[in-house]
């Protein structure tokens, strides 16, 4: 399950893409299904990881650096260079357990916005990993969650449309400078 695309785990200061930020069109669009796993997929999913550690993520998907591919890259534990991340080309949840958890989350598009969202506990997802082959990983709390909210980004969805506290969700985005018009809600898990 460890990566194969190799990439150091510091900040850089100039990472070779750009996070786009709540309010922006391109993260409301779906991504595509990507056919042909080749280097130019590699290298996406390298410069990927290098953006997500520069901004001090542990997760970043294809549509938040503007490209409309299902793309993934997860690594709930940046600090530690022998965790590998994890690179999850078209991910499908295949399962997912009735027991839902309530946790905090942020995302690199809305910076400094952090809110509480509820999603299942634990998830079976079928992908293909960076070299093509066919892969599935049983998730279960953080890894589960970094997972899901990332392949809502594939669909257009922003975790910020799952917060079920619409006050403290408005006070945040304001706090912010992000306009509440820019969240559209969805239904809980």
């Given at each position: 399950m460890s990566s194969?695309?190799?990439?150091?785990k510091h900040k850089l200061k100039n990472p070779p893409l750009n996070i786009h930020t709540l309010g922006d069109r391109v993260l409301r669009q779906s991504a595509k299904r990507i056919s042909?796993?080749?280097?130019?997929?590699r290298e996406l999913a390298r410069q990927m990881l290098q953006t997500m550690y520069s901004a001090d993520g542990i997760g970043l998907a294809?549509?938040?650096?503007?490209?409309?591919k299902q793309l993934i890259v997860v690594d709930t534990d940046p600090e530690e260079p022998a965790n590998q991340p994890i690179i999850l080309l078209n991910p499908k949840i295949r399962r997912h357990s009735d027991d839902l958890a309530l946790g905090q989350e942020g995302c690199l598009s809305i910076p400094g916005v952090y809110l509480d969202v509820r999603r299942p506990a634990e998830i079976e997802v079928a992908y293909k990993?960076?070299?093509?082959?066919?892969q599935v990983i049983v998730a279960t709390d953080l890894l589960a969650r970094v997972i899901q909210h990332e392949m809502d980004h594939l669909t257009g969805v922003m975790f910020v449309d799952r917060v079920e506290n619409s006050l403290l969700l408005n006070q945040e985005l304001t706090k912010q400078g992000f306009s509440k018009q820019a969240v559209k809600p969805v239904e809980a898990a």
């Open positions: 194969e695309v190799l990439v150091e042909r796993v080749d280097d130019e997929i294809a549509p938040q650096v503007a490209v409309g990993d960076e070299q093509g082959r066919p």
